[in-house]
């Protein structure tokens, strides 16, 4: 995972005071349950903690990876990190958030915007494969 160094041409387009949330990027991983074929578990894996800014939004849809229209809940902004996609996983609040699309802002490889939509808490069944 890369660190966070933007360039002050950056930083005059987000001003780093603007991350003032902390998120965490986790990898899900997925297994099969105990002897079982048709029951898997679930867990995360915790890869980085990152200063972000985050933004609620309403009435946002994406196309997702597979051109599906997917509902967007969360925008969060944070400092490129290099090999971050869409399997990863944004863990804030105690609620997991899953990315739908990723864009390195202005190609610069200095901040990244994910879209995400919330998949809610891990202890609750209905939010479990």
């Given amino acids: ?24 990027i986790n990898i899900r991983n997925i ?6 074929s048709l029951k898997f578990d679930e867990s995360f894996t915790l890869l980085q903690n990152v200063p972000a800014k985050v933004e609620t ?3 946002l849809a ?3 990876e597979s051109n599906q229209i997917r509902s967007v809940t969360h925008v969060f902004t944070i400092c490129f990190i290099v090999g971050l996609d ?6 804030f609040k105690g ?6 699309t990723i864009e390195n802002l202005a190609e610069t490889d200095q901040f990244l915007k994910i879209q995400a939509s919330e998949r809610g808490v891990e202890t609750l069944a209905v939010n479990r494969i």
């Fill in 31 to 36: 297994g099969s349950s105990s002897g079982s």
């Fill in 86 to 91: 869409i399997d990863t996983w944004v863990r």
């Fill in 1 to 24: 995972m890369g660190h966070c160094a933007p360039s002050p041409a950056c930083e005059a387009r987000i001003p780093l005071g603007q991350l003032d949330q902390l998120i965490d």
């Fill in 95 to 100: 609620r997991n958030f899953d990315i739908i």
């Fill in 62 to 64: 994406v196309f997702g």
């Fill in 57 to 59: 939004v309403s009435g």
